[in-house]
């Protein structure tokens, strides 16, 4: 290590690497290669996880049993596809902290928060507004405005948006919390995302569920930047409902299958309304078709389904969950809280650096992610970072984000990625 610095050497992190009580599961995924074929830095589970080896055997049993069965794999696949969804029904529940009856993997994030919103932004009188945070997500912003415009409301009245004041980079919870009790009644719904997806913030999921329940407002969260990123306990957090997206951090490919959560009070309420389809009514009566022509919902999440699962999207989430129940999820987060710090100590030693970390310090505030705004020409910065082999994203005018993931990252990668950045936008010589 340069004690001047603290920076430290590449066999530091090998060392690191080592002893980390909790190994890197990396020959268990595809890594990506650069044009010599040495392996990328993969930095990027932020935004698409990797490939698990198990993947493709989960795909390829499917095709087979279609070529082979036709319309029989329904009942007869060897895991059919009848009830391919029930697979993931306690592991999805584990994962973010839910029962049974809480999780259901269906359609993809956006429509899933669609059919959210209308069972749980129902503006009744003058309890109206929803509160977003600021910046949230392009799609969630579009999908929220839409609610609002299709029940007749103008969005630039009825959304209140909460975000960093002054020159913070990130929003506070008690800035969160003052404009909730500022809406007080006014307040039909809070949709946040749990884990911001630009600053990799963490917010406090249970103070804002209870915030918002004090001011009788139903309370969900985009989960895309949190599932398999932190541990969650969505049930006794008390959150309404939640959705997410399985190709980031759970790694099952670009457009997988995406996650509901809706808590047991509403779950089993059958009276709540909902975009009704076949998937949602009661498997017994489901098949009586053209002489059944009432929805009987399933008394849990499941009746927010409105179609049959698209199960080739679903194969891969089966490799990817089998490993994080294989490793846990408190395990995993253990891992990828040392390699995020370390990732965060070593830019952080950087002399001269041109950049800086707009990610909270706090364990409880940040996942895998860090953001880095970079300061002059950060899209050519970028680029500049790219071209040495590293794959990141970059989010305009001025935000490199970096995911180390405890799956499949290193130390010595975080260091590497530490050493180039030094290189580029700081005093370390090449
Ligand atoms: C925070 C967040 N919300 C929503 C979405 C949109 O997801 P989808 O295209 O699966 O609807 C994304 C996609 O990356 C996201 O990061």
Same mark, same amino acid.
């Given at each position: 290590?340069?004690?001047?610095?603290?920076?430290?050497?590449?066999?530091?992190?090998?060392?690191?690497?080592?002893?980390?009580?909790?190994?890197?599961q990396?020959?268990?995924?595809?890594?990506?290669?650069?044009a010599d074929?040495?392996?990328?830095?993969?930095?990027?589970?932020?935004?698409?996880?990797?490939?698990?080896?198990?993947?493709?055997d989960?795909?390829?049993?499917?095709?087979?049993?279609?070529?082979?069965?036709?319309?029989?794999?329904?009942r007869?696949?060897?895991?059919?596809?009848?009830?391919?969804?029930?697979v993931?029904?306690?592991?999805?529940?584990?994962?973010?902290?839910a029962?049974?009856c809480?999780?259901?993997?269906?359609?993809?994030?956006?429509?899933?928060l669609?059919?959210?919103?209308?069972?749980?932004?129902? +503006?009744?009188?003058?309890?109206?507004? &929803?509160?977003? #945070? @600021?910046? /949230?997500?392009?799609?969630? !912003?579009?999908?929220?405005?839409?609610?609002l415009?299709?029940?007749?409301?103008?969005?630039?009245?009825?959304?209140?948006?909460v975000?960093?004041?002054?020159?913070?980079?990130?929003?506070?919870?008690?800035?969160?919390?003052?404009?909730i009790?500022?809406?007080?009644?006014?307040l039909?719904?809070?949709?946040?995302?749990?884990?911001?997806?630009l600053?990799?913030?963490?917010?406090?999921?249970?103070?804002?569920?209870?915030?918002?329940h004090?001011?009788?407002?139903?309370?969900?969260?985009d989960?895309?930047?949190?599932?398999?990123?932190?541990?969650?306990?969505?049930?006794?957090?008390?959150?309404?409902?939640?959705?997410?997206c399985s190709?980031?951090?759970?790694?099952s490919? +670009?457009?997988?299958?995406?996650?509901? &959560?809706?808590? #047991? @009070?509403? /779950?089993?309420?059958?009276d !709540?309304?909902?975009?009704?389809?076949?998937?949602?009514?009661?498997?017994?009566?489901?098949?009586?078709?053209?002489?059944?022509?009432?929805?009987?919902?399933?008394?849990?999440?499941?009746?927010?389904?409105?179609?049959n699962?698209?199960?080739?999207?679903?194969?891969p989430?089966?490799?990817s969950?089998d490993?994080f129940?294989?490793?846990?999820?408190?395990a995993l987060?253990?891992?990828?809280?040392?390699?995020?710090?370390?990732?965060?100590?070593?830019?952080?030693a950087?002399?001269?650096?041109?950049?800086?970390?707009?990610?909270?310090?706090?364990?409880?505030a940040?996942?895998c992610?860090?953001?880095?705004?970079?300061?002059?020409d950060?899209?050519?910065?970028?680029?500049?970072i790219?071209?040495?082999?590293?794959?990141?994203?970059?989010?305009?005018?001025?935000?490199?984000?970096?995911?180390?993931?405890?799956?499949?990252?290193t130390?010595?990668?975080?260091?590497?990625?530490?050493?180039?950045?030094?290189?580029?936008?700081?005093?370390?010589?090449?």
């Open positions: 290590m340069n004690h001047a610095t603290g920076l430290a050497d590449v066999s530091d992190a090998r060392h690191l690497d080592a002893v980390d009580p909790v190994p890197s990396r020959d268990r995924f595809t890594i990506p290669t650069r074929g040495a392996p990328s830095i993969y930095f990027c589970g932020n935004s698409l996880g990797l490939q698990p080896l198990a993947a493709a989960h795909v390829e049993e499917i095709l087979e049993d279609w070529r082979r069965m036709g319309v029989d794999g329904h007869g696949a060897r895991t059919p596809w009848y009830s391919y969804h029930e993931f029904r306690e592991q999805g529940a584990r994962l973010v902290g029962r049974p809480e999780v259901v993997m269906m359609n993809s994030l956006t429509v899933n669609h059919m959210l919103l209308t069972s749980f932004y129902r +503006p009744e009188g003058t309890r109206t507004k &929803f509160i977003m #945070e @600021r910046p /949230a997500f392009p799609s969630d !912003i579009y999908c929220v405005q839409s609610h415009q299709a029940r007749g409301l103008d969005p630039d009245e009825h959304i209140i948006t975000g960093p004041s002054g020159s913070s980079d990130c929003v506070t919870t008690n800035d969160i919390l003052e404009a009790d500022a809406a007080g009644d006014t039909a719904t809070v949709m946040m995302g749990g884990v911001n997806f600053t990799g913030q963490v917010l406090d999921m249970p103070a804002i569920a209870e915030a918002g004090r001011v009788g407002a139903m309370v969900g969260f989960l895309a930047h949190a599932a398999g990123n932190i541990p969650m306990q969505l049930h006794d957090w008390n959150i309404d409902f939640g959705a997410w190709y980031k951090y759970l790694n490919g +670009p457009g997988a299958i995406a996650g509901a &959560f809706v808590h #047991e @009070r509403h /779950a089993t309420n059958l !709540i309304p909902r975009l009704a389809g076949w998937w949602g009514n009661d498997p017994d009566t489901r098949f009586r078709m053209h002489l059944e022509d009432r929805f009987i919902p399933v008394p849990s999440v499941d009746s927010w389904q409105a179609s699962p698209p199960v080739l999207a679903m194969a989430l089966r490799a969950l490993l129940d294989e490793v846990g999820m408190e987060r253990s891992r990828s809280l040392r390699l995020t710090t370390f990732l965060r100590e070593q830019l952080e950087i002399p001269d650096r041109r950049y800086r970390i707009t990610t909270p310090v706090a364990p409880e940040h996942g992610q860090l953001s880095i705004v970079v300061d002059g950060a899209q050519q910065a970028f680029h500049d790219e071209s040495m082999g590293v794959v990141a994203d970059f989010r305009p005018p001025d935000t490199i984000r970096v995911a180390p993931t405890p799956l499949y990252n130390f010595e990668e975080c260091h590497r990625f530490a050493v180039l950045m030094g290189q580029a936008f700081g005093g370390l010589s090449t």
